[in-house]
């Protein structure tokens, strides 16, 4: 098993930034991939980033592209989401997770593990 607690969320204005962090514990040697995922009120979980536990290779939603940035520290296993340039259109809530597969990282049945959300809310 995997755990995971994300930090970070909060309240920002539109064009400000955030950072969230995610922290994994517990078999964190199975894990592949680390992914940032979001849902907005009344809207499915939609893919936002991801990032391959080794080698680092990135892979962004097209929202995302030049305005988040995703990173991780192996040594303190933990995974940032770096926001800049925040829109209204940005506010849900942030859910972390973690993939012990090798495919599927864009999609949310590709993880097995979810940490319980942060709450992003860009104001204008």
């Known amino acids: 098993q995997v755990q995971l607690v994300e930090s970070g969320g909060g309240l920002v204005q539109a064009g400000g930034s955030l950072r969230l962090s995610c922290a994994a514990s517990?078999?964190?040697?199975?894990?592949?991939?680390m992914g940032w995922f979001r849902q907005a009120p009344g809207k499915e979980r939609e893919f936002v980033l991801a990032i391959a536990w080794n080698g680092g290779a990135t892979y962004y939603d097209n929202s995302a592209k030049g305005r988040f940035t995703i990173s991780r520290d192996n040594a303190k296993n933990t995974v940032y989401l770096q926001m800049n340039n925040l829109r209204l259109e940005d506010t849900a809530v942030y859910y972390c997770?973690?993939?012990?597969?090798?495919?599927?990282?864009?999609?949310?049945?590709?993880?097995?593990?979810w940490g319980q959300g942060t709450q992003v809310t860009v104001s204008s």
């Open positions: 997770a973690a993939a012990s597969g090798l495919a599927n990282w864009l999609y949310s049945w590709g993880y097995d593990y």
């Open positions: 517990g078999r964190t040697s199975s894990v592949h991939a």
